[in-house]
């Protein structure tokens, strides 16, 4: 799928990357666009992390071929680490180095400076200055991910690529994380990020989602919970454990998956309406007054589940 014409500057074709007799990858195929914000969506051992360090070169694959701006991953390596900013899933900086010598460190390796390259990350780095001469290992979860953020961009990569970033912060610095992708993308930078959060996938350019190795879909947000094609209800209740086995027994429930405090609903009927299914109910003994039925529109959760059956 072509965005504005601008060219693909991530290219990957049939990758395969087994561990023993797990298969982690099972033939992925995708291309990230110039300037794209590209995430992938998927639970834990989908296949996210192990394709992140084969495009940061950490890993090899078995099969296939993975370009990252015209490079082969394999061939290339050492010319891929030098235009790439890599935030692995775990704090992977020095814990006993300053916020300051850290990203000094990192400057350096790249042979470079935090001043030349300052103007990247002031929006960011604001936030650390006032801790600047506080170990790493003794920021809170928000300021490790802001220090590991700047420390990836010093060297001004092409490529940002970073594996579920978001993880365990709290929802303030989330927010605030993901305005600084957005800024970024103003910079002319490729971003590639993997997140389990959905309505982090709905601030992306394109998401993929995977699963257990396989891409089940990549398209634009907006288009994939447009493609849902059914008729979804919430339903919520009193007693959500009997709600959950009463709607689960009906011989014309689809699907029917718990989201928060409401299960989400399909129907095998086309023409479902929500007062058969209150009827159900109130013949399966829940009284009418403690029954909520509407009639909602589709998340890219739900699109995933869908594929997943």
Known sequence: M?????????????????????????????????????????PDGGGKTTLFRILTSLLQQDKGTAEVSGLDVIKDYKKIRTIIGYMPGRFSLYQDLSV??????????????????????????????PFKKRRAGALSGGMKQKLALCCALIHKPEILILDEPTTGVDPVSRSEFWEMLSRLKSEGITTIVSTPYMDEAMLCD????????????????????????????????????????????????????????YIHYTDKRENTETQKLKNYLIQEKIKPEEIEIKEIKPGIEDVFMSLMK
């Open 206 to 261: 394109r998401v993929a989602l995977i699963q257990k190795g396989s891409l089940l879909k990549i398209d634009k947000p907006k288009s994939i919970t447009e493609q849902f094609g059914k008729k979804l209800y919430a339903l919520k209740s009193k007693d959500m454990y009997l709600l959950n086995r009463i709607i689960s027994k009906y011989e014309f429930a689809d699907s029917v998956n718990i989201f928060g405090e």
């Open 100 to 129: 300051e010598e850290n990203l000094e460190f990192f400057a350096t390796v790249f042979g470079t400076t935090i001043e030349k390259n300052y103007n990247l990350i002031k929006d960011i780095y604001i936030f650390l200055e």
């Open 2 to 42: 072509k965005m504005d014409n601008k060219k693909n500057i991530v290219v990957v074709e049939n990758l395969y990357k087994s561990y023993g007799k797990t298969e982690a990858l099972k033939g992925i195929t995708f291309n990230v666009e110039e300037g794209e914000l590209f995430g992938f969506i998927g």
